[in-house]
Every structure is written in structure tokens, then in C-alpha cells.
């Protein structure tokens, strides 16, 4: 099952991202779209495909995969499959970064003012987290760090809310905060892809050590797992692919958490094979949402964020159901 699993997620990413390329409100012909897409030929056409659609697929397929991966980092480290990549509060101060830039109008300036602002609160995030959680800190100690930091960034971004002089900043924000996809183009992804890139290759190094970590911390530094370095890569991983997502999608919740929560009794419980099948089934979840809001309500610019959280919250609620039973 393991040998077919990877093929099969694979021709489903690539199946999604080519349905991605195809599924919009302008009513256009296959043909069209691959001569506009491939040969630049078409008007206007040309301009759909390659300035609104392929940028839109691109990070679909990216942010996915980095969400993915990073909740399976997150959950191998912690041992703990409610573990997910927000919990390092990377998301939060992201989203404050973003915030910030809205409200004080320095989005407006230029184009990608905005993404620029969100890495730089991801950036502060990893600060505190190495900071409060001390050198040679435990999971535990990151746990509470994360969970202090997100819940300081969820006020100040409240804060903010409430304090907004202008009711159309605040709008501005919220619907960012939903998360989406739309309206984006190729500076954003070629803005967002190399800190993705670095996140993921970061995480994916873990691969073995998480390995060895599920047999416990003391047989891990027997195996000669260095706890410190791991956990260092974890986090920046985790801060630089999220991160990314953030700036570029807004908060996308859920992906990280369920995926691979579902794909780990396909992989025996491995991080090593965990961490890509999770990248690959988070590219396929993300790729289909953005498909299905496009379908579901074309008219009504329908949330991605909005509906992962539809998706993935009675997921979340069934497995704390089961883990109940289970303690029981």
C-alpha cells in the first residue's frame, strides 16, 4: 500500500493543479486554455491563464504542501497528533504582520507590502520562540512559548480591529483573514516560493531523526539525535513555510492538522515517509478547496480559509471524540 500511495498522491496533485488551471468564471475551451497557457496566444485570454490562474494553482500547490509537511514536523516532534503548525504562533504573528500593514496603509504603497509585512511577524515569532522557550528548552516549554505568543498576536490583532478609525480597513482585514487565494500573481509566488522551498527542505532533513524520536527522547540521543538541533530545525522550518503561506493566503487553518492525521495509518506511523505524504495530500486538500469555492459560490468570493475550517473542524472534533474513547 505504502510503494502505491506516493504514485497515486502524486497523479491527484497532478490532476487538481491542472483542474485548477481549467476551473474559473470565464467559460473557456480546453484548447484555448493550454494555447493561451503554454503559447501566449488568445488576447485575453492569455492574460486569465497567466496572470490569474496559474499563480492561483502555483500556490495552492505550494501553500498546501507547506502546511502539510509542517503539521507532520509539528506532530513527529511533539509526538502529539493534535499537534498542528500553528501552535508555534506563527500563524498569529503573520497574520499580525498583515494586519499592521492594512491598517496602517502601508499595503497600499505597493504590491507586496502586505506579504513582506506578514514574513516579518513570522520572523518575530521565531524570535520569542527561541527566546521564551530557552536554548536547550523541552516540548513542553515550546508548547506554553507558542501558546503565549499566538495568544498575544490574536489580541493585539483584535486590538487593532477595534481601534480601526476606518470601517473599510477593517473589512479589508477580515476578509484577509479568511484566507484565499484569489486575485494573486506571480510576485507573490515568486515572493512566497523560495522561503517555502527552504522551510520544507528544512523539515524534510528531520525525516530520520523523528524517526528515531518516536522510540523517545532517551533511545533518540542514544541514537545520537541531537534534541537541540531539532528542535531548532523544526521551528525555523515550520516559521519559514508557514510563514510564507500566511503572507501570501492568509490564514488557511485546518490543513495541517487533518492531513496528516489521515494519511498516517497509510504510512505505518513513519515521520520519514509522514513528512512528504502529508506535503502531497496537503497540495491535493488545498488545490481542492480553492477548486471548490470556485464552484460553489462563483458569485460570492466564497473564503478558502472559511472552508477548510468547515472541513476540518468536525474532523478536529471527531478525533477528540476518538482520543476520548480511547483514554476512557
Known amino acids: 500500500m505504502t510503494r502505491a500511495l506516493f504514485p497515486l498522491m502524486a497523479a491527484l496533485v497532478g490532476l ?8 474559473g468564471p470565464a467559460a473557456l475551451g480546453l ?4 494555447s493561451a497557457l503554454f503559447r501566449g496566444e488568445g488576447g485575453p485570454v492569455v492574460l486569465v491563464m497567466q496572470e490569474i490562474r496559474l499563480p492561483r494553482a502555483v500556490l495552492g500547490l505550494l501553500v498546501g504542501a507547506a502546511l502539510g509537511l509542517s503539521g507532520a514536523a509539528m506532530q513527529g ?13 506563527v500563524s498569529s504573528t503573520a497574520a499580525l504582520g498583515a494586519v499592521l500593514a492594512l491598517q496602517s496603509g502601508v499595503a497600499a504603497a505597493f504590491a ?3 506579504p513582506l509585512a506578514a514574513l516579518a511577524g513570522a520572523g518575530v515569532s521565531v524570535l520569542l520562540i527561541l527566546l521564551l522557550a530557552g536554548p536547550r528548552g523541552g516540548a513542553l516549554s515550546l508548547i506554553l512559548a507558542g501558546i503565549a505568543i499566538s495568544a498575544l498576536a490574536g489580541a493585539l490583532t483584535s486590538l ?6 476606518n470601517p473599510f480597513a477593517a473589512m479589508e482585514i477580515v476578509y484577509w483573514m479568511m484566507g484565499s487565494l484569489a486575485d494573486r500573481s506571480m510576485e507573490h509566488v515568486w515572493l512566497a516560493a523560495p522561503f517555502m522551498a527552504l522551510g520544507m527542505a528544512v523539515l524534510l532533513a528531520t525525516a530520520r531523526n523523528l524517526d528515531a524520536l518516536t522510540l ?8 545520537g539525535v541531537d534534541l537541540n538541533r531539532l528542535r531548532l530545525m523544526v521551528v525555523l522550518g515550520t516559521a519559514a513555510a508557514v510563514g510564507a503561506s500566511v503572507a501570501v493566503a492568509g490564514a488557511v487553518g485546518f490543513v495541517g492538522l487533518v492531513i496528516p ?3 498516517r495509518p497509510l504510512v505505518g506511523g513513519r515521520p520519514s515517509l509522514l513528512l512528504p505524504a502529508s506535503a502531497l495530500g496537503g497540495a491535493a486538500m ?3 478547496a480553492d477548486i471548490a469555492v470556485r464552484v460553489i459560490a462563483p458569485d460570492q468570493d466564497l473564503k478558502l480559509g472559511v472552508l477548510t475550517a468547515l472541513v476540518g473542524a468536525p474532523f478536529f472534533l471527531h478525533l477528540i471524540w476518538r482520543l476520548r474513547g480511547v483514554e476512557a
Open 112 to 114: 507586496l507590502a502586505l
Open 216 to 223: 523517545g527522547e532517551d533511545a533518540a540521543q542514544s541514537l
Open 160 to 165: 487593532v480591529l477595534n481601534l480601526s478609525p
Open 286 to 288: 488545498l488545490l481542492a
Open 77 to 89: 516532534f511533539l509526538r502529539n497528533p493534535l499537534a498542528e503548525p500553528g501552535l508555534v504562533g
Open 31 to 34: 484548447g484555448e486554455s493550454l
Open 261 to 263: 492525521h489521515l494519511l
Open 16 to 23: 487538481l493543479f491542472f483542474a485548477s488551471l481549467l476551473v
